[in-house]
């Protein structure tokens, strides 16, 4: 009977596959489709064969007769089974340890990557505040230099009565008999006084037009003013006259003479195919207290301000709005407008009535200046640097609120002057307005 039970376990133990866990089912996918990508566990196939191999040993021990060539041939194959399971355990365990001891190399250089990087971040941060300590040490000892200047200077000037070797207080008499402190003049104002005199005498001079060289069929530029040269010295021995390049090609002649300014307009009347003047730009004036849902006509605008002087039914274009500017959540907007040469002296720092708002008019004196690079003539649209520059530190890779070097010393990008790079007084913006002021007509009515 007990054999039987044996034999009975033996084929049970042998013919029935181990069981294998399997896997949940994956949403949207079959469970026969699903294909298994590590190998099986060979840990219940070891507990089999060692629960086999107990029960069979503990079963002959309380028979008397030997094994059966059966039971041996199972008890071999069990074995087999049992040097498997323990060979793919061990390989088991050599791969988890090199899975470990990888991730534990890739975790120090990690580390350690970041470790470096913070050092590095950390000494920039340290070289940054030991540059802002010295720039604030040296502008405190400036400070300090000058003053004891001053108070040297003072007493050389103002030299103690004997009341100040008394312990009692100076009366009211003697306190304001020594005069009052000279204030320093403020830089920034003479520097925008330098500024408005530079524009105002740009504005007084001649300007000359320019003249745009043009391409004719079978002939070049090269050719054209070669041409436009030879006419030139054979009229006048000395030209005097700037040629200037565009970004797009075109070709720009500028005269610095009223000779050689003469000798261009004829040959542009003559040959107009070569040689076309270029028009002077029309001034602009920004009215500013418009009626955001306003919009500037300049038949209301003549009609309702009879004072300038223009009849409202003239067929000569007067004043063309450009573009709004200001805040745009508000009632009130400004108005930047080009208006006619011949009636620049007109609009220029008046006062007109707009609908029911009173507007005051101004020369429009702005530039365009990227907030990307900070340079003048472009938007940040259309700006090709990729990197911000710091308007107050000039240097590339961050804004002016994330400065370093906020308590130093400014330095412009533009002229590398000790100011911030929006200051309206910069040498390089006023070299732009002049230059846009060259470039436009203000007419004879100024």
Not at 41 to 67: F, G, L, V, Y
Not at 78 to 92: C, F, G, I, P, Q
Request: glycine share 4%; hydrophobic share 30%; with cysteine.
């Amino acid at each position: 009977m007990a054999d039987s039970d044996s034999e009975n376990m033996d084929t049970d133990l042998i013919g029935t596959p181990p069981t294998v866990q399997r896997s949940p089912v994956s949403q949207g996918g079959s469970p026969v489709a699903k294909k298994t990508k590590e190998s099986p566990n060979p840990a219940p196939d070891a507990r089999d064969a060692i629960k086999w191999i107990r029960h069979t040993i503990e079963i002959q021990a309380t028979k008397k007769s030997c094994m059966t060539v059966e039971m041996q041939r199972n008890m071999f194959v069990m074995l087999t089974k049992l040097d498997t399971a323990v060979h793919d355990l061990v390989m088991a365990n050599l791969k988890c340890q090199s899975q470990l001891e990888e991730a534990r190399r890739s975790s120090e250089i990690c580390v350690s990557a970041a470790v470096a990087q913070f050092g590095a971040e950390l000494r920039l941060r340290e070289a940054a505040h030991e540059q802002t300590l010295e720039a604030v040490v040296a502008r405190y000892a400036e400070k300090e230099a000058t003053r004891a200047f001053d108070v040297a200077e003072k007493g050389i000037k103002n030299p103690p009565d004997k009341q100040s070797d008394s312990k009692e207080a100076p009366s009211y008499a003697s306190a304001t008999a020594k005069g009052t402190i000279d204030r320093k003049p403020d830089r920034s104002r003479s520097r925008a006084e330098k500024r408005n005199n530079r524009i105002k005498e740009a504005r007084n001079e001649d300007h000359e037009p320019a003249f745009i060289l043009k391409e004719s069929p079978g002939k070049t530029v090269k050719d054209v003013r070669e041409m436009i040269w030879t006419q030139v010295v054979a009229k006048n021995a000395r030209p005097m006259c700037q040629m200037v390049t565009t970004k797009t090609g075109k070709t720009i002649l500028k005269p610095t003479d009223k000779e050689t300014s003469d000798v261009l307009k004829h040959l542009s009347k003559i040959c107009p195919s070569l040689l076309q003047a270029d028009s002077l730009r029309w001034p602009r004036v920004i009215v500013k207290g418009v009626c955001s849902d306003t919009l500037l006509n300049q038949r209301n605008i003549l009609a309702q301000n009879p004072e300038l002087g223009i009849s409202e039914d003239t067929f000569e274009e007067v004043i063309k709005p450009v573009f709004k500017t200001g805040p745009r959540d508000r009632a009130v907007t400004n108005w930047v407008v080009e208006v006619n040469p011949t009636y620049y002296g007109k609009f220029e720092n008046t006062t007109i009535f707009q609908g029911f708002m009173r507007c005051s008019t101004s020369p429009y004196e702005d530039v365009t200046q990227c907030h990307l690079c900070l340079r003048y003539g472009h938007p940040a649209a259309k700006c090709n640097e990729k990197d911000c520059v710091c308007a107050h530190c000039s240097r590339k890779g961050h804004k002016a609120a994330d400065c370093p070097a906020a308590e130093a010393d400014p330095t412009c990008a533009n002229c590398r002057g000790k100011h911030n790079a929006r200051d309206k007084t910069c040498s390089s913006r006023t070299a732009v307005l002049i230059g846009r002021v060259r470039r436009t007509d203000y007419g004879t009515s100024k």
